[in-house]
């Protein structure tokens, strides 16, 4: 089929071939950008395709369109379901665990009401949470890693052997084969997360208040070695501005009898999405 291009390899080239082009043009567009700003100007673009544009490879030249490309197509693929999905199953089990919701939205509201300006009568709907703000959200980061430890964005990940290998158990790998681990079913294991395996538990994050990480070994939903997906921490601040924008601004009801189904593919989305009507807190 694929030498042949037809059938479902044609309709993969032509969508490989859409990607790439949405990616070169914002390399084209931001290129253009960049040449009509000058120093200081220059200096501000922070982001990181600009970034990547000043760098240069270890033969001192700049990176090519081409890997440029490659840099923003791995990006957006990286970064864009993973958040979004884990934020769907976290709001899902917030509506299971109204106990769990009601405490984020507490500490959100001590957060804000740490403000100079909390007694000025501030609307809801224009506080912006600041970096510093969102870092103090210990127990919402610590809700979301436990909708990530059940609900993976990445349920299944593959390896493979580069060169010959003996696990500690004894079990022999050969050069090109390949190794699945199951994220998925690591999350849920007794063995590792105990009794209380299939509680929703954003405690089990927390000491004496604190969020406490994990072994990248043990939750293992981010990867780890050193291949750790790069964007953790992105992605972590990033769900938490989202998740307590929506939260602090809003009741979210799941609409009822809605069916709420996963579907495996290389992330573990919702199959019909989720549905829910958002009202306004005054
Ligand atoms: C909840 C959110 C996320 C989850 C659960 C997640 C999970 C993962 C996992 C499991 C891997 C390893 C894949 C492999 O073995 O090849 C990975 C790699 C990666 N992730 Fe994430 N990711 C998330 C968000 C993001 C975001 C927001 C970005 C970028 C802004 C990002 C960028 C990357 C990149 C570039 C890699 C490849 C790293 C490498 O191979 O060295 N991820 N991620």
Excluded at 137 to 153: T, V
Aim: proline share 3%.
């Amino acid at each position: 089929m694929r030498f042949l291009n037809v059938g479902t390899e044609k309709k993969l080239n032509k969508s490989i071939r859409e990607v790439h082009e949405f990616a070169d043009e914002v390399i084209r567009a931001r290129k253009k950008e960049l040449s009509s700003y000058s120093g200081e100007n220059k200096r501000r673009l922070s982001d990181l395709l600009t970034v990547f544009m000043g760098l240069k490879d270890d033969e001192g030249k700049l990176y090519s369109d081409k890997f440029l490309r490659d840099i923003c197509v791995n990006f957006i693929l990286a970064g864009r379901d993973t958040s979004s999905v884990a934020l769907s199953w976290f709001f899902w089990l917030l509506e299971k665990n109204p106990a769990v919701k009601d405490k984020i939205f507490s500490e959100i509201c001590g957060i804000v009401g740490e403000r100079d300006e909390s007694n000025m009568g501030e609307d809801r709907g224009s506080v912006v949470f600041r970096p510093e703000e969102v870092r103090k959200m210990e127990y919402l980061q610590a809700a979301l890693s436990e909708a990530l430890r059940l609900y993976p964005s990445v349920p299944v990940d593959i390896k493979e052997v580069i060169e010959d290998e003996v696990f500690p158990d004894g079990t022999v790998l050969q050069k090109g084969e390949k190794v699945f681990y199951a994220i998925y079913a690591m999350g849920r294991m007794e063995t590792i997360w105990g009794k209380d395996c299939k509680e929703f538990k954003p405690e089990r994050w927390l000491k004496d208040g604190r969020f406490m990480s994990k072994s990248a070994y043990k939750f293992t939903t981010f990867n780890g070695g050193p291949r750790l997906c790069i964007g953790k921490d992105f992605a972590y601040f990033q769900m938490k501005f989202v998740g307590a924008s929506i939260i602090y601004n809003y009741q979210v009801k799941m609409v009822e009898n809605y069916p709420v189904v996963p579907r495996l593919a290389l992330t573990m989305y919702m199959k019909y999405g989720l549905k829910v009507t958002l009202n306004r807190r005054t």
